[in-house]
Every structure is written in structure tokens, then in C-alpha cells.
């Protein structure tokens, strides 16, 4: 197999060597051709790449205008029913059918009584809540301020009569406690009983009594229990009198005052058990008929008596109590209001009364528009078609009052849904005609329909951008286009060249710093890489973008990377040039020719 493959390569060989020597100009120029092609071909392969060129601009504060182009034709004008938003008597009719008005124009009024009489108390009700809300903020006066001092200082010098009355009825109290409390332990437990001088009287008298009625040994024991509570509170108390000067704090003479009205009110209650308890005694004696101790009578006549001193101590006691809480509160009002006084009105009486004051300045602007109401005007200019009522009729409203032609202009456009979400009532346009090519007119969106319409699964949109001032020339039907402005917003931009996309982030090439005397350039070769930084896009127009975050003013950023190698600038440069000084393309063309002949 090798040998039958070298004979052929050698028979090849033999073969291109005799047409060669037959053919010596054609040879010789397709020998130069391939030597050329190989050196060039070497040279592109071995030869070293060079930097990268660079198109860069740098970032600076601009205005971005996006807008969208939108296709449509000119609609008729419009019939509409004027009608009145206010109810009444129509006073007067000022236009005729067939009249053309202006926007504006009155078209009837409408007796107004009513209304101006609403707007009048609107108005005086909002006075009224001006001046309360002043009145509320001015600063305290120097007589409102003298005044609550004033009352500030009555307020504590009752307080401090309060504690001198409590301390001198204390007093008044222990002259006659020591003797009340001496009494009522001689009654309790004295032994003056006649033929019982051996036993205590409480003793005496209940032994006296139990054959006939055992009750009576419960009212024995409740009325020692009663002393006895008495007693120990009666010596407490009289010890802490005693260790209280008249000059002591005013908490210790409250306190005082409180510990001397319980301990009296205990006096009280024991006197109180006692006295039935001997009462008990002679109801038994009496309804059995027998002997009355003599000194029974004296005894609960010596309690009744004691009884009335402690009750007038009590009474005493517990109005000053009454008294030093009363002149506590009254104290605290009058530190309170002085303290009010002084720091102004309080913040939520302020903010209540300027809540007032904007219901009552809402009441009056609903007055205002009210009055306005009864008077009804035309909505657009246009001409007065008809008139649906006449002078001195009654009308409600809401009733139709005239029937109005407008002079307005639109242009009806449908949108797809991309376009429609941009689309908004307000949008200023800017409108151009086929058959009017030297007519330009400004206009707005006036409408755009919520609810789309879907055709062979496509939604769109009805829109209708109206002439901002209507032109005679333009005629209804006729084909128009709008350049509806979406978006206007300016800060820093770029152009939308220099920001690319990746994993849904966007970013821009920067060169920063700036390459050393190229801050705007269309031919910037640089060895080092720009440096990707992640944007945040707002507006574009499809030329520029606005920068919300990434970028600062004056950053240098690329717009265009052309890259090359020198190999590929000398083949293009071969390229242009053919073997014969001609075209590239001639050349081709000649060498296609010259390879067909080698063929043949």
C-alpha cells in the first residue's frame, strides 16, 4: 500500500512538473502567488495582537424626554347635555339656540338665595373658629397669670388652715378623752354595786340578769371587747399627740389627724356598746319587775353623756379630714392651672380646634361651589344646539339645561397593551398630519380606555389625545400621528449605547480615572480594561438613560469596545489591494479566471 501511494504522488508530481515546464509564465506566476499568500499568511499568525479601541464619553446631568409615536385619525366633534349641578328657579337664559360661546360662558342662572345665605354663616362660622384657635394660642395675659397665682395661694393657705384646724381639734379631743376614757373604765369595771361590791359592775349587772335572759352575757362581751380596742388605741394615739409639735410637716399632722378620728370613732363604738349593754340590763329589770340597781340610771346617764363629747370629736375630726383633702385637690387644681397658665394652650386643644377650623374652612369652600353651581356654564367652547329649559322653570339637579356642539378636535388613537400602561390622562403631545405636512399642533391625553379589546389575541387600547386649540385646516378622518410625551426626568445620563445587561443587572464599563487626556473620545486605545460598575436605570428615550445610582458626574464610561490585532489590519490592507495593484474584488475576479485556466 505505501509503495502504491508513493507512485502515485510521484506520478502527480512528474505530471505538475511537465506542465510546468510546458506552461512557464503560468507557472511562474502561480509559484509568486502562493510564496505571497504564505508570507502574508505567517505573518497574520505570528504577528502580536494589540489593545483594544475604545469610544467613551463622560457622565453629565441631562433631561430625558421619553415618548412614544402613536397612529390615528381626527374625530367629529362632540354632542353633550349641559347640566346643572345646582337646584332652583332659573332666573335668567342669557344665550339662544344655535349661539356659539366660549368656554365658560354662562348659559343660565339659577336664584342664588339660598346659597348666598349658606355661604354667609360658612364664612362667619369659619371667623368664628379663627378667633377661638387665636384665642386659644396668644400667651397667658399678665391678669390670667396674677390670677391663677392668686388662686394658687388661697388654695395653699387653706391647706395649711386646714392642718391648724385638724391639729387644734386633736387637742380639743384629748381634753376630754382622758376623762371619757376614765369614766367608761369605772362603769365597766368599778364595783359600786350595791350588795355586789365584790364583783365588777359589767359582772355584777350580767350576773344579775343571765337567770332571766343569757343574751346578756353577748352584750357584756362585746362592750369589754370594745373598750379594750378602744383603750389600746386611745394610748397610742395619745402618745403620738403627745411627740407632735403644732409646727410638724403637714404628711405627720395628716397623719395624725386620720389616727385621732379612727381612735375617737373606737371611743365612740365602745361607749356605743356599753350603753346597750346596760340598756339590755334595765329593759330586763324593768319587764320582770324587779329592783333596779340604783346605780344603773347614773351609769348609762354618765355614758349617754360621754357619748355625745365623743360624737361632736368625731364629727369634728372627720371634717378636717375632709377639709385637708379638699385643700389637697384644690392645691394640685391650682398648681395644675397656673402651670397651664404658663406653658399656653394644651397641644390637643389646639390641634381640636384647627381640626374645627378645616371642617368649617371645607364648609365654606362647599359653600363657595354651591353659589358657584347656580350658574351653569359651558364645559368646552362650542355652539349652543339647543335649549332644554326656559326662564322661571324650577330645575333639580342634574337636569339638562342646554345641549352644546364642541368646537374641540381629537385624535382617536388605539395602543397595545405595552404602550397603554404608559398612557395616562394629562400627557402633552405633540400632533402631525399626512396631508398637512407643514401643520404641527400641541395637544393632550384627554382619555384612555380601562377596558382593552381583544382581536386574534392581541389587546389594544382606545385613547383620544385632543387638540389643544383647534385648527380649521385639519378636517375629521384624516390620518394623524401624536407623539404623546410619557416621562420627562432629569439627572445624570449616558448614552444607552454604554449600559449593558447581565443577569438581569445593569452596568456600565468606566474608566476611572479617566485615561490621561482622553475624557471624551471616538478612538481611545487603552492596555488596561475598563472596570464594570453596576447601574441603576430610570427614564430613557432610546438614545440616552438617566443614572439613579452607580455613577458620579464626570465619570468617564465607555459607549463602544472595537476590538482588533495587527494581523487583522494588514489582511484587511492585503484585502484592499489585489496581487495586480487592482481592487480586491478585481482582483478575486482575475485570480478566479487564472485558476480556471490552470484547471483546463
Known amino acids: 500500500m505505501p509503495t502504491s501511494i508513493a507512485h502515485t504522488a510521484q506520478t502527480a508530481w512528474s505530471t505538475v512538473w511537465k ?28 504577528a502580536p495582537s494589540i489593545a483594544p479601541n475604545y469610544v467613551t464619553t463622560m457622565v453629565a446631568t441631562s433631561t430625558v424626554v421619553a415618548t412614544m409615536s402613536e ?41 342664588p338665595t339660598t346659597a348666598q345665605q349658606n355661604l354667609v354663616s360658612a364664612q362667619q362660622s369659619l371667623q368664628s373658629a379663627q378667633l377661638a384657635l387665636a384665642k386659644l394660642q396668644e400667651p397667658a395675659n399678665a391678669s390670667t397669670l396674677t390670677s391663677s397665682q392668686n388662686s394658687l ?4 393657705a387653706n391647706l395649711v388652715q386646714a392642718h391648724q384646724n385638724g391639729y387644734n381639734d386633736i387637742s380639743a379631743a384629748f381634753l376630754n378623752l382622758p376623762t371619757v376614757m376614765s369614766g367608761l373604765d369605772t362603769v365597766l369595771h368599778g364595783m359600786t354595786i350595791p350588795g355586789r361590791t365584790s364583783q365588777q359592775n359589767e359582772n355584777a349587772y350580767s350576773d344579775m340578769v343571765e337567770p332571766y335572759d343569757s343574751t346578756v352575757v353577748q352584750y357584756r362581751t362585746t362592750a369589754e371587747a370594745a ?109 395644675a392651672s397656673l402651670a397651664q397658665t404658663q406653658a399656653g394652650a394644651d397641644p390637643l386643644d389646639i390641634q381640636s380646634s384647627q381640626l374645627s377650623l378645616q371642617m368649617k374652612q371645607d364648609a365654606l369652600a362647599q359653600a363657595e361651589q354651591a353659589l358657584a353651581d347656580t350658574v351653569v356654564r359651558a364645559p368646552f367652547s362650542g355652539t349652543v344646539a339647543k335649549l332644554d329649559t326656559q326662564r322661571y322653570q324650577t330645575i333639580g339637579s342634574g337636569t339638562a339645561v342646554a345641549t352644546m356642539v364642541s368646537d374641540n378636535q381629537s385624535v382617536a388613537i388605539t395602543v397595545n397593551e405595552v404602550d397603554a400602561a404608559k398612557l395616562s390622562v394629562g400627557q402633552k403631545a405633540t400632533i402631525t398630519f399626512d396631508a398637512l405636512p407643514n401643520v404641527s399642533i400641541a395637544g393632550t391625553v384627554s382619555s ?24 380649521p385646516s385639519v378636517k375629521s378622518g384624516m390620518s394623524a400621528t401624536t407623539n404623546i410625551i410619557t416621562g420627562i426626568q432629569t439627572g445624570l445620563a449616558v448614552p444607552s449605547s454604554a449600559v449593558k445587561s447581565s443577569n438581569g443587572q445593569s452596568y456600565v464599563l468606566v474608566f476611572s480615572p479617566p485615561l490621561a487626556g482622553s475624557y471624551s473620545s471616538t478612538d481611545v486605545t487603552s492596555a488596561i480594561a475598563p472596570a464594570r460598575v453596576t447601574v441603576t436605570t430610570g427614564l430613557t428615550d432610546n438614545k440616552d438613560v438617566i443614572i439613579l445610582s452607580g455613577l458620579a458626574d464626570g465619570t468617564q464610561v465607555v459607549t463602544q469596545t472595537i476590538a482588533g490585532t495587527a494581523a487583522a489590519t494588514k489582511t484587511s490592507a492585503a484585502a484592499s489591494t489585489s496581487l495586480f495593484g487592482g481592487s480586491g474584488a478585481a482582483g478575486a475576479r482575475t485570480g478566479g479566471g487564472t485558476i480556471r485556466a490552470l484547471g483546463q
Not at 335668567?92 to 342662572?109: D, E, N
Open 153 to 156: 395661694a388661697t388654695a395653699q
Open 448 to 471: 384612555v380606555n380601562t377596558i382593552g379589546t381583544v382581536s386574534s389575541g392581541v389587546v389594544s387600547y382606545a385613547g383620544v389625545v385632543t387638540f389643544d386649540t383647534p385648527n
Open 19 to 46: 506542465y510546468a515546464v510546458a506552461h512557464k509564465v503560468i507557472a511562474t506566476i502561480v509559484a509568486a502567488a502562493v510564496l505571497y499568500g504564505g508570507y502574508y499568511t505567517y505573518r497574520a499568525i505570528t
Open 227 to 335: 373598750y379594750q380596742t378602744a383603750y389600746t388605741a386611745y394610748i397610742q394615739t395619745l402618745a403620738d399627740f403627745k411627740a407632735t409639735p403644732r409646727s410638724a410637716d403637714d404628711a405627720t399632722i395628716e397623719a395624725l389627724v386620720t389616727e385621732s378620728y379612727r381612735t375617737v370613732a373606737d371611743i365612740s363604738d365602745a361607749l356605743k356598746a356599753s350603753t346597750n349593754f346596760l340598756n339590755f340590763v334595765s329593759t330586763i329589770f324593768t319587764n320582770r319587775n324587779l329592783t333596779i340597781p340604783s346605780t344603773l340610771n347614773g351609769h348609762i346617764s354618765t355614758l349617754t353623756g360621754y357619748t355625745t363629747t365623743t360624737n361632736s370629736n368625731v364629727a369634728a375630726l372627720a371634717a378636717d379630714g375632709a377639709s385637708v383633702t379638699s385643700s389637697q385637690r384644690a392645691v394640685a387644681a391650682a398648681q
Open 71 to 111: 397612529t390615528g385619525q381626527v374625530s367629529a366633534s362632540s354632542n353633550i347635555d349641559v347640566q346643572s349641578k345646582s337646584s332652583g328657579e332659573i332666573l335668567s337664559i342669557p344665550v339662544s339656540a344655535g349661539q356659539h360661546v366660549a368656554a365658560g360662558t354662562a348659559l343660565a342662572y339659577l336664584d
